[in-house]
């Protein structure tokens, strides 16, 4: 197995000293000569790697004991797929488990009509596998820096199955430093998400494309009501709280869109709070 960490030509702390420190040689350590974004790390990452089977993972993320070992299974029983993945929880700062999420399936097995499904609703990129070959076919990140991700996957879905395990091998964390929660409180994530719907739209058929179109149009703006109820009930954060809110309108207008929101507004001019 080959363990490269690439850092973005950090300034917090000596990335290098730290892989040394925990791994000496067993880890390869590059750096980027200019802070050059999420997207163009990843990009890196790829261009660097050696393997057959490829996994991406951010700094704040992690995988669980025998995650490799599954994906190397799945991929040995399912020659087929582009990628593969397990289930996965949410921890926050301090590791600690806040949600897990849902099964796409009961067993391991190839997802039937994948690509609907990921057309519609993202899903965390932290537990998947991607062979390499796909890579080089497909291409690299592009476009966002919020989201791509999920374009990725849907172009993965688009040309390949991909197999799945509900075994939960990989833990996404979630925190106020994060990069993506920097994009949630200045707005700019809605941007993005509109801009991967758009993206997707080309791989999808014809036929379909209004159809999931409409549900990832709303489940986008259900993701950015579920954020602007944090961003108020936690941090008490108004600003940041009404830009989801008007972008998860602008989204959609399913009544239960709507009254989320309006219920929400009525919480923020009355001071109401509840982090329960």
Same mark, same amino acid.
């Given at each position: 197995?080959?363990?490269?960490?690439?850092?973005?030509?950090?300034?917090?702390?000596?990335?290098?000293?730290?892989?040394?420190?925990?791994?000496?040689?067993?880890?390869?350590?590059?750096?980027?000569?200019?802070?050059?974004?999420?997207?163009?790390?990843?990009?890196?990452?790829?261009?660097?790697?050696?393997?057959?089977?490829?996994?991406?993972?951010?700094?704040?993320?992690?995988?669980?004991?025998?995650?490799?070992?599954?994906?190397?299974?799945?991929?040995?029983?399912?020659?087929?797929?582009?990628?593969?993945?397990?289930?996965?929880?949410?921890?926050?700062?301090?590791?600690?488990?806040?949600?897990?999420?849902?099964?796409?399936?009961?067993?391991?097995?190839?997802?039937?009509?994948?690509?609907?499904?990921?057309?519609?609703?993202?899903?965390?990129?932290?537990?998947?596998?991607?062979?390499?070959?796909?890579?080089?076919?497909?291409?690299?990140?592009?476009?966002?820096?919020?989201?791509?991700?999920?374009?990725?996957?849907?172009?993965?879905?688009?040309?390949?199955?991909?197999?799945?395990?509900?075994?939960?091998?990989?833990?996404?964390?979630?925190?106020?430093?994060?990069?993506?929660?920097?994009?949630?409180?200045?707005?700019?994530?809605?941007?993005?998400?509109?801009?991967?719907?758009?993206?997707?739209? #080309?791989? /999808?058929?014809? %036929?379909?494309?209004? !159809?999931? +179109?409409?549900? &990832? @149009?709303?489940?986008?703006?259900?993701? *950015?009501?579920?954020?602007?109820?944090?961003?108020?009930?936690?941090?008490?954060?108004?600003?940041?709280?009404?830009?989801?809110?008007? #972008?998860? /309108?602008?989204? %959609?207008?399913?009544? !239960?869109? +709507?009254?989320? &929101? @309006?219920?929400?507004?009525?919480?923020? *001019?009355?001071?109401?709070?509840?982090?329960?």
């Amino acid at each position: 197995m080959q363990i490269a960490v690439v850092d973005d030509a950090s300034t917090d702390i000596d990335v290098r000293r730290l892989v040394e420190q925990i791994a000496g040689d067993r880890v390869e350590y590059h750096r980027q000569s200019q802070n050059v974004g999420s997207v163009q790390n990843l990009n890196t990452s790829i261009s660097l790697s050696r393997g057959r089977l490829v996994h991406l993972l951010h700094a704040d993320d992690r995988v669980l004991p025998s995650y490799y070992e599954k994906m190397e299974a799945l991929f040995a029983s399912y020659p087929q797929a582009g990628a593969c993945f397990s289930g996965l929880r949410y921890i926050d700062e301090e590791g600690a488990v806040t949600s897990v999420e849902s099964s796409y399936a009961p067993a391991e097995c190839v997802l039937e009509n994948w690509l609907h499904t990921i057309a519609t609703a993202s899903r965390e990129y932290t537990a998947t596998a991607v062979r390499r070959s796909v890579y080089e076919e497909l291409g690299g990140y592009f476009g966002v820096s919020y989201g791509e991700d999920w374009e990725m996957q849907v172009r993965i879905a688009s040309r390949y199955p991909v197999a799945y395990t509900p075994d939960i091998l990989a833990e996404y964390r979630t925190h106020a430093g994060s990069i993506s929660r920097a994009k949630v409180r200045s707005g700019a994530n809605l941007a993005d998400l509109a801009w991967v719907v758009d993206t997707i739209q #080309g791989y /999808l058929p014809d %036929s379909e494309r209004t !159809e999931l +179109r409409s549900q &990832a @149009e709303t489940n986008c703006a259900r993701l *950015a009501l579920h954020y602007a109820g944090r961003l108020w009930h936690f941090e008490g954060d108004r600003e940041a709280s009404n830009r989801q809110l008007d #972008g998860a /309108l602008r989204l %959609s207008d399913d009544n !239960e869109i +709507r009254r989320g &929101a @309006e219920a929400l507004r009525v919480a923020m *001019a009355t001071g109401e709070r509840n982090p329960s």
